[in-house]
């Protein structure tokens, strides 16, 4: 059961937080919203695949913003509570760490439940998804319908479409084609033409009331052929991901793996919402001030705590990628040196000061 300290220290925490990942996660979207839509503007992606990919790429970021945002939201929220001297009230009615940890531990193990579920599920099938939308807007843009008065290039521009008009039906007017056969030239002039399974890696453009040139660049002997239906078939090269990313590979696929990089991901993905606990118990002690600081005193000591702390576990995470020394004993001992950091700062704040002993001498 909460008291009504607890719901107030937890509706603080909670509130500050979700604003500073807000925050974090605006100017992340500006990011990643140029980036889509450079990538768009240049492979022709439709505007419903680019909100799609910058909904994903966002889900896949959550997983750096909500640690920092966790850790931050505490500081700054218990710095306003130290600095209009609200936890000097606290203290002296008799509340100790134990009850400013329990609610914030409470509102922490929802966000590392969340993380969690974030790093070993949704991250890698968001970026799975992600990866087959890209592909498919890809060969959308490339293989998809002929567009009126434009130059298309195929199969890697042995073959180039052009129509001087398309009908609401498709029906493409006034078409040119030129396809290349190993040394031989194919030019064919239609008034008309259809497109045939658009969008898709086997194509067919049937051609009606034409004529057709073949032949040898630079040689005399060309070939005229005046025909009523002709049929070119195209077959597209097959788009894939180049190689295999080890961040979209399923969290089961990753356990009991050997390999250098499997290790390395599946660590990160631990370290995750491991990152997100050990930067609460951090965060208390760490967000203490001292008699006339500014709330936002410590601000600048926690980013540099978490900068260190994240540095350190990518570091140990390439360590244990190339099977380096420095990852022979995991990622585990990482987290340890911000534990002792916190337990250290408790200890130096709780421990009895210098009037408190001489009194218990004096006794």
């Known amino acids: 059961m909460l008291t009504r300290l607890d719901r107030y220290l937890?509706?603080?925490?909670?509130?500050?937080?979700?604003a500073v990942t807000g925050v974090l996660l605006v100017v992340l979207l500006s990011n990643q919203l140029a980036r889509v839509l450079g990538q768009a503007a240049q492979s022709g992606f439709p505007g419903s695949v680019v909100l799609t990919l910058i909904g994903l790429t966002t889900l896949q970021q959550l997983t750096v913003l909500v640690p920092i945002g966790l850790f931050l939201g505490i500081v700054l929220a218990l710095g306003r509570?130290?600095?209009?001297?609200?936890?000097?009230?606290?203290?002296?009615?008799?509340?100790?760490?134990?009850?400013?940890?329990?609610?914030?531990?409470?509102?922490?193990?929802?966000?590392?439940?969340?993380?969690a579920a974030l790093s070993f599920r949704v991250v890698p099938a968001a970026g799975i998804r992600a990866q087959e939308i890209r592909i498919e807007a890809l060969r959308t843009a490339q293989f998809g319908a002929l567009e009126a008065g434009r130059f298309r290039s195929f199969a890697g521009g042995d073959a180039v479409f052009y129509a001087e008009k398309v009908q609401r039906n498709g029906q493409l007017e006034g078409v040119f084609v030129q396809r290349r056969v190993k040394d031989r030239l194919e030019i064919a002039v239609a008034e008309r033409a259809e497109q045939r399974g658009a969008g898709?890696?086997?194509q067919v453009f049937v051609l009606f009331d034409g004529r057709r040139y073949e032949g040898v660049p630079g040689r005399n002997e060309w070939r005229i052929v005046e025909f009523k239906e002709h049929g070119?078939?195209?077959?597209?090269?097959?788009?894939?991901?180049?190689?295999?990313?080890r961040e979209?590979?399923?969290?089961?696929?990753?356990?009991?793996?050997?390999?250098g990089p499997d290790r390395a991901e599946l660590a990160w993905r631990i370290a995750v919402p491991t990152m997100?606990?050990?930067?609460?118990?951090?965060?208390?002690?760490?967000?203490?001030?001292?008699?006339?600081?500014?709330?936002?005193?410590?601000?600048?000591?926690?980013?540099?705590?978490?900068?260190?702390?994240?540095?350190?576990?990518?570091?140990?995470?390439?360590w244990i990628e190339k099977d380096a020394a420095g990852g022979a004993f995991g990622m585990w001992w990482v987290h340890l040196l911000p534990i002792a950091l916190a337990v250290w700062l408790l200890w130096r704040d709780e421990r009895p000061g210098p009037l408190w002993r001489r009194a218990q001498a004096g006794k």
């Open 276 to 318: 997100a606990a050990v930067l609460t118990l951090l965060a208390v002690p760490l967000a203490k001030l001292r008699p006339r600081q500014g709330r936002f005193a410590r601000i600048g000591v926690a980013v540099l705590a978490y900068f260190m702390y994240s540095n350190l576990v990518a570091t140990v995470r390439v």
């Open 10 to 18: 937890l509706h603080e925490v909670a509130q500050t937080s979700v």
């Open 200 to 202: 898709q890696a086997e």
């Open 248 to 259: 979209l590979r399923p969290t089961a696929a990753l356990l009991g793996s050997e390999e």
């Open 232 to 245: 070119i078939p195209v077959r597209m090269p097959e788009y894939r991901a180049k190689k295999e990313r």
């Open 81 to 115: 509570l130290y600095h209009e001297s609200e936890m000097t009230a606290m203290a002296a009615c008799g509340v100790g760490p134990v009850s400013i940890y329990r609610p914030i531990v409470i509102f922490a193990l929802v966000v590392v439940a969340l993380l």
